[in-house]
């Protein structure tokens, strides 16, 4: 399969294996493949009311995130790494 990303998604992987947190492109979409999978595994019923609020409110939070980063208004890579990794931990210990 091959899969075309955008630049921006292509400038956020480029900058993580830059900054040291992957040691490759390929490693850094498999993270967040697997982030993507336990996030899919936490959510309810794909269709129930909740999962569904949530999918609209994180295509606005995304919009937004697209004005922002058009004005030129970027957050740190390292800064963003760290607050996923903390809720990442964060979701395995409420399921544990």
Aim: no cysteine; aromatic share 4%; net charge negative.
């Amino acid at each position: 399969m091959q899969i075309t990303l955008s630049q921006e998604q292509t400038q956020v992987l480029e900058a993580l294996v830059k900054h040291g947190q992957y040691p490759s492109l390929e490693e850094a979409i498999n993270t967040a493949l697997l982030l993507l999978i336990d996030d899919v595994t936490l959510s309810d019923d794909g269709n129930s009311p909740n999962y569904l609020a949530w999918v609209q409110e994180t295509a606005k939070k995304i919009d937004i995130a697209r004005e922002q980063a058009q004005r030129g208004e970027l957050l740190n890579p390292d800064d963003v790494l760290a607050q996923l990794r903390d809720k990442v931990k964060k979701a395995r210990e409420l399921r544990a």
